[in-house]
């Protein structure tokens, strides 16, 4: 078993002049691109998730992932319509598929969608963690701090640490 990087909802309407919290989510793009590189550098997946909905429809310049974010196409990607990525989605499937059984959850927005999907991993069976300096919240750093206090986090440090005893296992 291993563990799965899932990056969601960074896409491109969360970096428009109406976020009130835009330089939170500019300041841990950086921090998501290095979570990435970290996957890729074991070879462990990484799955990007979109939110899909009436202001956010597929295909839109809205919807598209921001272009800062370090995606390839070998990327595995989901869509879904809920908070909880999870919920009426491909996403367990998938990861089950890949034999994920931890997950580190990064993106936006921290008290909705990484928090309900960090819970939904959790109902259903997967280690979960969420990543410190990798989420952000529109309605404040509080509500990120919050989503912090109540979740089991790592930090990079420690997720550098988890990834290479994973691949010391392969």
């Given at each position: 078993?291993?563990?799965?990087?899932?990056?969601?909802?960074?896409?491109?309407?969360?970096?428009?002049?109406?976020?009130?919290?835009?330089?939170?989510?500019?300041?841990?793009?950086?921090?998501?691109?290095?979570?990435?590189?970290?996957?890729?550098?074991?070879?462990?997946?990484?799955?990007?998730?979109?939110?899909?909905?009436?202001?956010?429809?597929?295909?839109?310049?809205?919807?598209?992932?921001?272009?800062?974010?370090?995606?390839?196409?070998?990327?595995?990607?989901?869509?879904?319509?809920f908070?909880?990525?999870?919920?009426?989605?491909?996403?367990?499937?998938?990861?089950?598929?890949?034999?994920?059984?931890?997950?580190?959850?990064?993106?936006?927005?921290?008290?909705?969608?990484?928090?309900?999907?960090?819970?939904?991993?959790?109902?259903?069976?997967?280690?979960?963690?969420?990543?410190?300096?990798?989420?952000?919240?529109v309605?404040?750093?509080?509500?990120?701090?919050?989503?912090?206090?109540?979740?089991?986090?790592?930090?990079?440090?420690?997720?550098?640490?988890?990834?290479?005893?994973?691949t010391?296992?392969?």
């Open positions: 078993m291993k563990p799965g990087l899932l990056v969601l909802d960074v896409q491109k309407d969360f970096f428009e002049g109406d976020n009130p919290n835009l330089a939170e989510f500019l300041r841990v793009v950086p921090n998501i691109n290095l979570a990435i590189t970290e996957f890729r550098k074991h070879g462990f997946p990484i799955v990007f998730i979109q939110h899909t909905s009436p202001n956010k429809k597929q295909g839109t310049p809205a919807w598209e992932i921001y272009h800062e974010i370090d995606r390839t196409p070998s990327d595995s990607c989901i869509l879904k319509s908070s909880n990525a999870f919920w009426r989605s491909d996403l367990e499937t998938l990861l089950r598929s890949l034999d994920v059984d931890h997950v580190v959850t990064t993106g936006f927005s921290s008290e909705y969608c990484v928090l309900s999907t960090y819970r939904g991993a959790q109902e259903r069976g997967f280690k979960a963690m969420i990543l410190q300096n990798a989420v952000a919240s309605d404040g750093n509080s509500r990120t701090q919050f989503v912090y206090e109540i979740s089991e986090t790592l930090t990079h440090d420690e997720l550098s640490e988890v990834l290479a005893s994973f010391a296992r392969k």
